[in-house]
């Protein structure tokens, strides 16, 4: 291989020994490659996040990284990549888990530079000669813009050990975006351990969270250690984290603040190294202004804040999660895939989804469901969802020979605008159902009437 040939290949070199580091990166620039050198793995995975690499070559210990942790997160950063490991003390446990990560080679120090430059061209041949995109992130569907910019500013905030808020309307895919930061962050190897703090009440989110000795309280029949030391060395992600009650907040920022805590009944403090990671669609910054949640842990939570845009705002992305669920439930029920209509595209991408993927997936589960055909037509579509024609000129029966179609439109637009305005009623009521009945001057039970017919559920606007 002529240095020309090499010289558009890029390779990051990971050695915490500077002599080795600074004269292996030496020799294979003058062989033609482009190197960047780091001498801890923190540092080659923030290189990783910033610039993409041809080919990766690690030392397999190093201090800051506990023995594979390195390799494991960088293959889920790029999975395609090239990796070969350079060792001075090979072990057969990190021999095989090596193997099982996929890696192109293992070689042993000290190491003859004419062996590397063998194993080099060896992998060349199947490293991509373009970024890949993280495969944690195939998950977050779309191509818009507004969608491949959050993916591309998480994979950097990903290799970060800082705390992340993510934010966004309910059924945005919070805790989705949540999931590949973690898998694809230093702590990818370690748990990551959800709780929903809106789900739980108080007295047991406490005892779940943090833990108890024996004794603390009635039933309390043996120690317990909680959630967060299960995160240890991992990540936490708090979902809707602005229902966490005031008084587990400065509990919990002690823990951000100093990786300390008492479970409950317990005078020994544990210690925890737990990454945090929270999501609300809330502003907690006006929540803290109202006294209802700690500016202090909103200032520890949100060192690093991603905002998950709604689907609304996002219209070119619907075609591609729309025919991605399809695909799913075709695959998962051993059927063939359903297509959409030109007609049913249109129709989704200009409905509001306040739903957002959450109404989107729920509607495309009835299609697949109750469509008798191979193709999804827009009027195999929930009635709340408007045809663009009706939309356009609900009342206009010029182009239609069906004597029952401007009753049918007509019926479609008032839909429509009830659901609007009981979306509304229940988002300032927050979920609840007797409030917003009140206001209509409606029984409440005329009220869920209504809400099951629009296809409306309470849980999705609850706020306690």
């Given amino acids: 291989m002529t240095s020309t040939e090499t010289a558009r290949w890029h390779i990051l070199l990971v050695d915490d020994e500077p002599l080795f580091g600074k004269t292996m990166a030496t020799l294979l620039k003058q062989n033609g490659f482009e190197v960047t050198l780091c001498e801890t793995g923190d540092a080659g995975l923030a290189q990783l996040a910033q610039q993409h690499f041809h080919l990766v070559i690690?030392?397999?210990n190093m201090p800051g990284n506990m023995e594979l942790e390195f390799l494991i997160a960088t293959r889920a950063i790029y999975p395609n990549t090239p990796l070969i490991v350079l060792t001075g003390?090979?072990?057969?446990?990190?021999?095989?888990?090596?193997?099982?990560?996929?890696?192109?080679?293992y070689l042993l120090k000290p190491i003859e530079l004419q062996d590397l430059l063998h194993s080099i061209e060896r992998a060349l041949p199947v490293a991509s000669s373009s970024p890949v995109e993280h495969a944690a992130f195939d998950s977050i569907l779309g191509k818009s813009d507004a969608i491949q910019a959050l993916k591309e500013l998480a994979l950097r905030v990903a290799c970060s050990n800082a705390n992340v808020l993510i934010t966004g309307e309910?059924?945005?895919?919070?805790e989705i975006l949540a999931r590949a930061i973690h898998v694809s962050s230093p702590r990818a190897a370690a748990p990551l351990v959800t709780i929903d703090?809106?789900?739980?009440?108080?007295?047991?989110?406490?005892?779940?969270?943090?833990?108890?000795?024996?004794?603390?309280?009635?039933?309390?029949?043996?120690?317990?250690?909680?959630?967060l030391v299960s995160a240890d060395k991992g990540t936490v992600f708090l979902d809707e984290i602005g229902e966490l009650p005031l008084s587990l907040q400065a509990k919990l920022l002690r823990v951000i603040q100093f990786g300390t805590?008492?479970?409950?009944?317990?005078?020994?403090?544990?210690?925890?190294?737990?990454r945090v990671l929270s999501a609300t669609n809330r502003q907690l910054s006006e929540e803290t202004l109202r006294g209802r949640f700690r500016q202090d842990l909103y200032y520890r939570l949100a060192v690093l804040e991603l905002t998950?845009?709604?689907?609304?705002?996002?219209?070119?992305?619907?075609?591609?999660?729309?025919?991605?669920?399809?695909?799913?439930?075709?695959?998962?029920?051993?059927?063939?895939?359903?297509?959409?209509?030109?007609g049913a595209l249109a129709a989704l991408q200009t409905y509001h989804w306040p739903g957002n993927v959450r109404e989107l997936n729920n509607v495309m589960e009835r299609c697949a469901c109750l469509s008798a055909s191979a193709v999804i037509a827009a009027s195999d579509l929930p009635h709340e969802i408007p045809t663009p024609s009706s939309v356009a000129n609900p009342l206009d029966t010029s182009t239609s020979s069906n004597a029952n179609a401007p009753s049918t439109t007509r019926e479609k637009r008032m839909e429509a605008v009830d659901r609007e305005y009981i979306d509304e009623l229940l988002r300032r009521h927050k979920g609840n159902v007797s409030r917003a009945a009140h206001e209509a001057r409606l029984t409440r039970q005329g009220l869920h009437k209504a809400m099951i017919r629009l296809g409306l559920n309470a849980q999705d606007y609850r706020q306690p």
């Fill in 308 to 342: 998950v845009p709604p689907l609304r705002q996002r219209v070119a992305d619907i075609p591609i999660i729309a025919n991605s669920i399809l695909q799913r439930i075709a695959e998962r029920d051993c059927l063939s895939v359903k297509k959409l209509s030109d």
């Fill in 89 to 105: 003390r090979p072990t057969l446990p990190s021999a095989i888990e090596s193997v099982r990560l996929g890696i192109h080679d």
């Fill in 58 to 60: 690690a030392d397999l």
């Fill in 170 to 174: 309910s059924g945005t895919g919070k």
């Fill in 197 to 227: 703090c809106s789900a739980i009440p108080e007295n047991l989110l406490e005892s779940m969270l943090f833990g108890h000795v024996k004794g603390a309280f009635t039933g309390a029949t043996h120690d317990r250690s909680g959630l």
């Fill in 261 to 274: 805590f008492l479970p409950i009944g317990g005078n020994v403090e544990v210690k925890v190294n737990v």
